[in-house]
Nanobody, 125 residues
Framework: DVQLQASGGGSVQTGGSLRLSCALS????????VGWFRRAPGKEREPLSC????????YYTDSVKGRFTITRDAAKNIVYLQMNNLKPEDTAVYLC??????????????????WGQGTQVTVSS
C-alpha cells in the first residue's frame, strides 16, 4: 500500500519557521512526484510546491516562492517543506500527496492519486 504521513505542524508567530515532513512508503519515489497542498478554513485546496526526479527543479506557486523550500531525503523516503517567514494567511491544514504528474499538472490536485492525512499549521500575528 502507498502511504503518506505528514507531520511537523504547529503554532508559530508571524515571521517564524516550521519544517513539515511527509514520510512515504509503498512506492518507488522515482515513479511518483510529491506535492504539498494546503486547505484553509472556508477556502479551496491550494497547491504550494512539488518535487519530482523527472524535473530538474522543484515547482512553487507564487504565494510561497522565496519563503518555502521543498526537498527530499531519498534514503529516508521523506519529503520536507521548510517554511520560513510565516504569515497569518499561511494558517491551514497542510497535506502532502503523490502521483504521476508532469509539469503541466503538478499543481492540479485531481492528478494526485495518494494523499496523507494533513498537519495543522497556525500562524498568529
Amino acid at each position: 500500500d502507498v502511504q503518506l504521513q505528514a507531520s511537523g505542524g504547529g503554532s508559530v508567530q508571524t515571521g517564524g519557521s516550521l519544517r513539515l515532513s511527509c514520510a512515504l512508503s509503498g512506492f518507488d519515489f522515482d515513479d511518483l512526484a510529491v506535492g504539498w497542498f494546503r486547505r484553509a478554513p472556508g477556502k479551496e485546496r491550494e497547491p504550494l510546491s512539488c518535487i519530482s526526479t523527472r524535473e530538474t527543479s522543484p515547482y512553487y506557486t507564487d504565494s510561497v516562492k522565496g519563503r518555502f523550500t521543498i526537498t527530499r531525503d531519498a534514503a529516508k523516503n521523506i519529503v520536507y517543506l521548510q517554511m520560513n517567514n510565516l504569515k497569518p494567511e499561511d494558517t491551514a491544514v497542510y497535506l502532502c500527496a503523490a502521483g504521476r504528474v508532469i509539469s503541466s499538472t503538478m499543481f492540479r490536485g485531481e492528478y494526485y492519486d495518494y494523499w496523507g492525512q494533513g498537519t495543522q499549521v497556525t500562524v498568529s500575528s
